[in-house]
C-alpha cells in the first residue's frame, strides 16, 4: 500500500541551525502538506503546496520556515535558523483528490529537538 | 474559521467495554468531518470521515462516528474496545466549500487496559 515516508525519524540540532526535514509523498498526489505538534497539543497547520507553489500558509510558517519540491518525488521543509520553540514532531501529508474532500494521508513524523 | 475541541484529554477504559470519545466543532459554515488515530510511535492513520448523507459513519477496526448538526458533534464510538485500540485519536473539520486546511483537535488518548 503507498505511504507517505519521511526523514528523519528523529533530529537533534543546536538553536540557530538551519534543519531541512524530508518527506516522499505518494506518487500520483498533487497536493503537499505540513503540520507540526508540539508535545501535548493540538496538531497544526504549517503549509500547503499545490502545482509548485504555496497554496497556504499559516501564522505559524514564518520567514524562518520554506518549502520546496526540489524533484518529482521529494517534498522538503527547511527551518533557517531554529528555536527552541521549534521543537515538535512534523508531519508531512499528501492527498489526490479534489483538496475539499479527499484524505489527507499522513507520514510517521520527524521528531525535531532543538538544544 | 473552525476550530475542534475535544472535551477529554485522556480516556481509560476496560477492554470489551464500550467507550466514547467526544468531539464538538464550531464552524460557520458547512463542513466535512474526520477521526484520526495515532498509534504509538506512528503516523496519522484515518479512521472514518463525514462528508454528506447518512449521518452514521462507520470505519475502520470497528468505529463509528455520528454526525449531529444541531449540537455541533461529532462523536466517535466503539461498542466493544480491544487492548489494542490504545492510541491517541484525533477529531478534525474541513470546510466543504473552497479551498480550506484540516483543523485538528487537541486529541484524546485512549487507554484500554485488561
Known amino acids: 500500500e503507498p505511504e507517505v515516508t519521511q526523514t528523519p525519524s528523529h533530529q537533534v540540532t543546536q538553536m540557530g541551525q538551519e534543519v531541512i526535514l524530508r518527506c516522499v509523498p505518494i506518487s500520483n498526489h498533487l497536493y503537499f502538506y505540513w503540520y507540526r505538534q508540539i508535545l501535548g497539543q493540538k496538531v497544526e497547520f504549517l503549509v500547503s503546496f499545490y502545482n509548485n507553489e504555496i497554496s497556504e500558509k499559516s501564522e505559524i510558517f514564518d520567514d524562518q520556515f520554506s518549502v520546496e519540491r526540489p524533484d518529482g518525488s521529494n517534498f522538503t521543509l527547511k527551518i533557517r535558523s531554529t528555536k527552541l520553540e521549534d521543537s515538535a514532531m512534523y508531519f508531512c501529508a499528501s492527498s489526490g483528490q479534489g483538496i475539499n474532500t479527499g484524505e489527507l494521508f499522513f507520514g510517521e513524523g520527524s521528531r525535531l529537538t532543538v538544544l | 474559521a473552525q476550530s475542534v475541541t475535544q472535551l477529554d484529554s485522556q480516556v481509560p477504559v476496560f477492554e470489551e467495554a464500550p467507550v466514547e470519545l467526544r468531539c464538538n466543532y464550531s464552524?460557520?459554515?458547512?463542513?466535512?468531518l474526520f477521526w484520526y488515530v495515532q498509534y504509538p510511535n506512528q503516523g496519522l492513520q484515518l479512521l472514518l470521515k463525514?462528508?454528506?448523507?447518512?449521518?452514521l459513519v462507520k470505519g475502520i477496526n470497528g468505529f463509528e462516528a455520528e454526525f449531529n448538526k444541531s449540537q455541533t458533534s461529532f462523536h466517535l464510538r466503539k461498542p466493544s474496545v480491544h487492548i489494542s485500540d490504545t492510541a491517541e485519536y484525533f477529531c478534525a473539520v474541513r470546510m466543504n466549500s473552497g479551498y480550506s486546511t484540516l483543523t485538528f483537535g487537541k486529541g484524546t488518548m485512549l487507554l484500554v487496559s485488561p
Open positions: 464552524s460557520s459554515v458547512s463542513v466535512y
Open positions: 463525514y462528508l454528506s448523507g447518512s449521518t
